[in-house]
Each structure stands twice: as C-alpha cells, then as structure tokens.
C-alpha cells in the first residue's frame, strides 16, 4: 500500500536534514537520513528524493553548478520559503518535532521545575540548545564528520567553531559560512587566536608559537599546518568577510 502524502512536520525534519547531509553524499545508506526515515516513519530512499527535491531551490547549490531533482512539491516549496532562510526558526521547530517523533519530553518537562524559573527562561534556554545543536550538526555534517585542517574524523573530537564568536554576531550565530570543522585542539588555537584561516583558506600561525621553546609536539599537532590550504564544504564556504574579522579582531599576530 502505498504511503500517506508527506506532512508538513515530516518536511519541516527532512528539511534540517538537506542541511545537514552534504548533497553529493546523500545516498540510502547515509546514516543521518536512514536515522531520520526511521524517526518519521518514512523509507530511506524517500528522505534521499526529499532531500534531492531541496536542491533545486537552493540557490547555494545552483551557484555551484548542481542540480536537484524535478519532483518538488507544493508543500517543499512551502516549507523552503518558511524556513530556508529562516536558520533559528527552523532549529528551534526541527528540535521540538525531532522530539516530539521520538517520544522525547519537552524542554520545560526535562527542566528544572524550580518555582523561581520562569517561562521566559526555559524558552531562552531551549532556544539557545537547539541553536547550538543544529549549528553543531550542520557545521560537522557539511564538513562530512572531518577536521578541516587535519582530517581527523572522530565525531567526539570534533567541534564546529565559530569564525566570528557567538556572543559578537547574533545575526550569523548559525551561519554555516561563519563555521569551520575543527579538532578540539585547533578548535582552541583558534578561538584564542594562536591560529587563523587567510581569506584565500589557509591556516596561518601566530608567531608566538613560532618564538615558543621547539617541542616535536608543538611541531607535529600545530606548526606543520602553517600554511596549508585547509579541505572546504562542497557548499556554505567560510564566508572571506568573517574570516577577515577573525584575522584582525582575535588573531594574534
């Protein structure tokens, strides 16, 4: 029998799931979408033609010379124009949905039920996790799980660092041009400044290190990096003015 048309909540997940997957990678077999066809009740191959059926509307894609499927919907052209460029709204909607098909209390069940806290602040606080958790996936996925200076790919060492900090630029808080796929090492060189990425994307060094005591660990993990071109998303590249900021404002030059 054949399946119940796509809803709007099913559309509204496969949506953070485009882009979250890297386009190029999205198969049946990719873990993210066999995990999120299992959640909303539909088949692998299903979430991979909705996820194909994005691309023909993402503009991203379109400047890169690829092409999506033809099969777009009413409702995915819906759900595109809602949320696409709309990155907090669809964190926040995605999280509570993904929460709501796995049968996952909400965020005011889970929180503390001090009487003091108040409504305003569990929303703060369930705004503020589901910013950074898509900004995590997204960043991480879109880098395929890699470190892109060192290639590392162990998820638990990865970190999705932001170019231009958090607090400093609310607009582009989850920007994935505003985001690099780092080790937990690099991720810390770069957000103190030891380190930085040129707007041409290669890593460049702050002096200091080159001036601290020659170690073969400072030499092997940081100073043999200096000036390598570093591995980009097949979309949502470091965007040159961000990366400008982070070169002036926080480099350690």
């Known amino acids: ?38 959640l909303i009740g539909r088949k692998p191959s299903a979430v991979k033609m909705k996820i194909g059926n994005f ?14 499927l033809s099969g777009t919907s009413e409702l995915d052209r819906e759900i595109w124009n809602e949320f696409a460029n709309d990155r907090e709204k ?38 503020t996790r589901a910013n950074q958790d898509f900004f995590r996936e997204r960043v991480i996925g879109l880098y395929e799980k890699t470190c892109c200076i060192t290639g590392i790919q162990v998820p ?9 900090p958090w607090s400093k630029d609310e607009l582009n808080r989850l920007n994935p041009e505003n985001g ?26 702050s002096k200091r290190l080159f001036k601290e005591k020659t170690s073969d660990v400072l030499g092997k993990f940081l100073l043999a990096y200096e000036d390598q071109r570093i591995l980009l998303p097949e979309r949502y590249h470091p965007k040159a003015e961000f990366l400008e900021y982070h070169n002036e404002m926080i480099f350690q030059k």
């Open 156 to 164: 638990e060492l990865l970190i999705a660092s932001h170019i231009v």
């Open 90 to 127: 669809l964190a926040l909607e995605s999280d509570r949905l993904i929460r709501e098909f796995g049968n996952e209390p909400a965020e005011a069940e889970r929180a503390n039920t001090d009487t003091e806290r108040v409504g305003s602040d569990i929303l703060r606080l369930t705004k």
């Open 1 to 38: 029998m054949a399946l119940d048309r796509w809803t709007r909540e099913q559309t509204i997940v496969a949506l953070r799931t485009y882009f979250v997957v890297p386009f190029n990678r999205a198969s049946n077999n990719q873990v993210d979408i066999v995990r999120i066809a299992a």
């Open 180 to 205: 690099l796929c780092l080790n937990a090492l690099h991720d810390k060189a770069f957000d103190t400044g030891l380190m930085t990425v040129t707007t041409d994307y290669r890593v460049k060094l």
């Open 55 to 68: 691309g023909s509307l993402d503009p991203e894609l379109a400047k890169h010379g690829i092409v999506g």
